[in-house]
């Protein structure tokens, strides 16, 4: 079994921020794959998918973004999946908007959510697809910026990115994540 994760904030506040576009994602392969996320267990929202024969359970936890890990880990946990079965997206303010990259290890790289993924798996040694969502303009602050939402011009481009990032999660149920990281990166 696998995990996905999308990082993110309950609440309708938050939708279609910057900070929530891993939940965006959550929600396009549970579109695709008919199902709602409506287990409400281990401080998230979860739901399992079945891809030709191949089981993971996506994730969005609710605990706010800086407390991610709280969710991650004891669902990892309950389930027996191991930290190399486990996939988390998120934004990336280092990445320009739309371009997307996909590690199997990393830092935190500043974003609270990664900080509270590692601190929880124990490891940082788990896949990532990183979401780009560029630097706030001169005189915006950092919070400020991942809070608001993108120009009508940037979400048409996510809209894009969303429906790649969920092929390469579902690529990922079939084929090693390696081999997805190699062919995704390379496309973008």
């Known amino acids: 079994m696998k995990l996905i994760v999308g990082l993110g904030n309950p609440g309708p506040r938050y939708e279609k ?7 965006e994602v959550i929600d396009e392969l549970a579109s695709r794959n008919g199902v709602k996320l409506s287990d409400a267990k281990f401080s998230g929202l979860f739901a399992n998918i079945n891809k030709n024969g ?20 004891p669902l990892a946990d309950y389930y027996k999946i191991p930290v ?3 996939l988390v997206i998120y934004d990336d303010l280092d990445l320009p908007v739309g371009k997307i990259r996909l590690r199997q290890k990393g830092s935190a790289g500043g974003h609270n959510g990664m900080k ?27 919070p400020d910026y991942v809070l608001g939402r993108f120009s009508s011009d940037e979400w048409d481009e996510m809209q894009s990115v ?4 969920a092929d ?20 973008g």
């Open 17 to 23: 921020t910057r900070h929530n576009i891993g939940f």
């Open 168 to 187: 390469a999660c579902e690529e990922w149920l079939e084929k090693p994540f390696l081999e997805v990281m190699n062919r995704f990166n390379s496309n």
């Open 84 to 86: 190399e079965n486990v």
């Open 162 to 165: 969303i429906q790649t990032c």
């Open 54 to 73: 191949e089981k993971a359970i996506l994730l969005k936890p609710l605990t706010y973004m800086n407390l991610s890990g709280e969710s991650i880990r």
């Open 116 to 142: 509270s993924t590692i601190q929880h798996l124990g490891t940082s040694e788990f896949n990532r697809i990183r979401i780009g969502i560029n630097r706030p303009p001169e005189g915006i602050k950092v």
